[in-house]
């Protein structure tokens, strides 16, 4: 008999194991913009567009770091892999934004 219930403990130390893993998952960082229009050809409602994109952007990589913080409250993620991501999602969004500013200036400098 005691067999069975080594198994089950087993199942039900995995299974915690899973759960806890599963929530940390639920936080997926966002997927970076694909296309950042060239300022020095776009057209003016292409670049409002990419605006539109960036600010969505911004408010999914809020969203991100919000569920990070949150998983690190509930003791699922430690605080080393919530830095570690925190600073991943905060690099791209810099790193996107960076080049879409670049081709705002651009743009607004063929306009005069």
Known sequence: MKRPKRILVAVAVAHALGSAAAYAE?????QTPSKIPDGSTSSEPEMLRAMDTMRQYNGDIETYLKCLD???????????DEE???????DALNKIANKFNEQVRTFKAKKG
């Open 26 to 30: 639920e936080c997926v960082m966002p």
């Open 84 to 90: 570690h991501k925190h600073n991943d999602a905060v």
């Open 70 to 80: 949150f998983e690190v409250k509930q003791n699922r993620m430690s605080k080393a």
